[in-house]
């Protein structure tokens, strides 16, 4: 058991004060909104004319506007980035490790605003927003704990050489991380980087740039000297290869879908002139996840976990359950169960800043997408629940259920990316764990059981890099549950653990013959 780590508490909003302090950040939030935001560069604000305009998905009000990058400014920003890793990647550990405990110190003083942002801009309630900020503080403790072991370097064998070898930062990185998770995973990703010694370069999500910007904000205030951390919004159109491509560019460090990542990790394959080392690739991709029902579960606690899991922020999570597959023999008992808990979300469903359980997909776009794929439903099996949706406000659709799919219908096979579950019937726990593991994913999965046997037979067999019992696929803790998946879900590159700060290291080994 690790000792001297502590999970970040979540706040309790039922209490008065917490509850007061979150309502007095909307406040502050509504003063702000309609501004511009610059890039950063060095250090330097950069206002460009041509901008990302950031809506909220809930009402389609617009927050702000943040300034967009071009190629050139892009090339400024890495070569900005290389010329502070000279010094950067010399500073002791000890002093990069005090940076990010101040950007605790910060996030912690700041947690209401970062909170009130996070809702607006992405949609979340106030408890999936505290949660995520918690995860983002959690990723930094744990990098800190970890780093500290990783600067004492391996332990070698005694000779009587003098031998020694010792991780090294490498470079320049690109951070791209996703607009469902804006504060953790672009914190992840960012202080992952720095505290090993490298530099960013961090091109947010278009859809959730202001949240991104206020904690850029932080790492400044937090002491990371200009140049260590440049913030650079923009279409990936225009500057999405360029900067993977850019021979000054060692790593890149991608959150998204299975596309973009795909393209991403070709395009960093390709050596560019001038470029004289192979570049790392750390990738999440997306899944299409699978939560196993056989016939001695407890059919309401498995109702009540999946419809979490498949529904929570919308079903908007690479980890999200949108496939449960469920025995025969108790099929038709829990599509009732699942409609039951379908039901009290769609009762509760309205805007985060209302904190109500369920609120509104991301943008127009998701919006469009998902609901194709419900109309695909109707044709692949039976809508049970749901199926309606309505952009005349925000974005909001009905927490979905579809039976009587098979494994290989579309809706049972493509990543949705949205509160759609499909339920598929199974004739044997063979049968189930074959359809959980027929898709090109492997993220997370879970099964609910109360027979020994399965449990032991899913273990080894049920290919996901996340896999739990008798509970949600969602919500991995930092070091309780290292995050992370295989095949087209990504390179498995565990978030939180200490080899995940590895990636962004090279080993040196130093050999002295003490006999001169």
């Known amino acids: 058991m690790l000792k001297g780590f502590q999970n970040s508490p979540e706040l309790n909003f039922s209490i008065p004060e917490h509850k007061e302090a979150m309502l007095m950040a909307f406040k502050e939030v509504d003063q702000e909104k309609g501004q511009d935001y610059p890039l950063i560069i060095g250090g330097e604000r950069i206002m460009t004319d041509k901008k990302i305009v950031s809506n909220a998905p809930s009402t389609k009000e617009v927050l702000g506007r943040v300034s967009s990058c071009d190629q050139l400014l892009a090339d400024k920003a890495i070569r900005t980035a290389h010329d502070a890793f000279q010094t950067w990647s010399k500073t002791p550990v000890e002093e990069r490790i005090c940076c990010v405990r101040r950007l605790v110190d910060l996030m912690k003083k700041y947690r209401y605003l970062l909170d009130a942002w996070s809702i607006e801009e992405s949609g979340k309630n106030w408890g999936e927003a505290d949660g995520e900020l918690c995860e983002a503080l959690d990723f930094f403790n744990s990098y800190i704990m970890h780093m500290r072991e990783l600067d004492q370097g391996l332990e070698l064998v005694y000779t009587e050489e003098s031998c020694k070898c010792i991780y090294i930062p490498i470079g320049v990185g690109v951070a791209v ?285 049920f290919h996901v890099g996340n896999l739990y019992f008798n509970r949600k696929s969602t919500g991995a803790v930092v070091l309780q549950h290292p995050f992370g998946g295989f095949n087209m879900s990504g390179t498995d590159a565990k978030t939180g653990t200490k080899d995940y700060l590895t990636n962004f290291l090279n080993l040196k080994s130093i050999c002295e013959d003490l006999t001169y």
Not at 264 to 283: D, H, L, P, Y
């Open 177 to 461: 991380p996703p607009w469902n998770f804006p504060l953790s995973l672009l914190a992840g990703m960012v202080v992952s980087a720095v505290i090993t010694g490298n530099t960013i370069v961090c091109k947010p999500s278009s859809d959730t740039p202001i949240v991104a910007y206020k904690f850029i904000e932080l790492c400044e205030k937090a002491g990371f000297p200009a140049g260590v951390i440049n913030f650079i919004p923009g279409s990936g159109s225009v500057i999405g290869d360029y900067i993977v491509q850019h021979p000054l560019t060692r790593f890149v460090n991608f959150t998204g879908s299975k596309e973009v990542g795909l393209r991403i990790n070709q395009k960093a394959a390709q050596v560019s002139e001038g470029q004289i080392w192979i570049k790392r690739v750390v990738a999440e991709m997306g899944g299409k996840n699978a939560i196993i029902v056989d016939s001695s579960a407890d059919l309401k606690r498995a109702a009540a976990g999946i419809a979490n899991s498949a529904f929570s922020f919308q079903g908007q999570k690479c980890s999200a359950c949108s496939r449960a597959v469920v025995l025969s023999d108790v099929y038709d008992v829990f599509v009732e169960e699942i409609i039951a808990c379908a039901k009290v979300l769609k009762e509760h469903q309205g805007s985060g800043r209302d904190d109500f359980p369920m609120g509104p997909v991301i943008n127009q776009s998701a919006f469009n997408r998902i609901s194709g794929y419900i109309e695909t439903a109707r044709k692949e099996g039976m809508i049970a629940f749901g199926g309606n949706y309505d952009d005349s406000k925000g974005f909001y659709i009905e927490p979905t259920v579809v039976r009587d799919i098979t494994k290989d219908a579309v809706i049972a096979k493509e990543e949705i990316f949205g509160p759609v579950l499909a339920v598929i019937r199974a004739n044997s726990f063979d049968e189930a764990l074959e359809i959980a593991n027929s898709t090109e994913y492997g993220l997370t999965g879970s099964v609910y059981t109360e027979d020994r046997t399965h449990i032991q037979k899913a273990k080894a067999e």
